[in-house]
């Protein structure tokens, strides 16, 4: 997913009516729009369901979008029902597109790319990635101190870690 986006062209009923695969590159991007422009002129609308909005399928969100055209987010499949019918990208084109079919309209989901929401979650990710790190330096700090010196775990263990902390930082190497 990473080079390559799959696409299934489907009709309302869910026939399937054309696939292609594409490069993620520009080139690639321009050549599915104008595969399903081409495959979905006689049959009506048209409503483009991307899986990965929010990270491999970003830049074709962002294609379509700009190109005024429908967007939705498929719903992540189980992964037993991907198991179960076997593992491809063809497949799993047909599928999000089967999956998108069968929500009523209500449940069927913007992407979430962009914009004000896209903006909180890359901080809500950047907290997490501080608040893991801080956690694991903690603990790397804990188990050097239990293997350590005998004077030195004495004296750090009435301290809080915020102490610990302080007072290793005062020593010399």
């Avoid at 520009?26 to 979905?40: C, K, N, V």
């Avoid at 593992?87 to 913007?110: E, F, G, M, N």
């Amino acid at each position: 997913h990473t080079d390559t986006h799959t696409a299934a062209v489907v009709d309302r009923l869910g026939a399937v009516l054309a696939q292609v695969t594409v490069s993620t590159d520009p080139d690639g991007l321009s050549q599915l729009l104008a595969f399903a422009i081409e495959h979905t002129a006689s049959h009506g609308r048209r409503l483009w369901a991307v899986e990965g909005t929010r990270a491999h399928g970003q830049g074709l969100c962002r294609l379509l979008t700009a190109a005024d055209e429908p967007v939705c987010e498929a719903p992540k499949p189980a992964a037993a029902a991907r198991r179960r019918g076997g593992k491809s990208d063809q497949l799993d084109a047909v599928a999000a597109a089967h999956a998108v079919l069968a929500l009523p309209a209500q449940r069927i989901a913007a992407p979430r790319s962009d914009g004000p929401r896209e903006a909180l979650r890359l901080l809500l990710v950047c907290r997490r990635h501080h608040t893991d790190a801080r956690t694991a330096a903690i603990n790397l700090a804990k188990s050097l101190i239990l293997t350590g010196d005998d004077t030195l775990r004495e004296t750090l263990r009435a301290l809080s870690t915020t102490a610990q902390v302080a007072h290793l930082a005062t020593l010399d190497t």
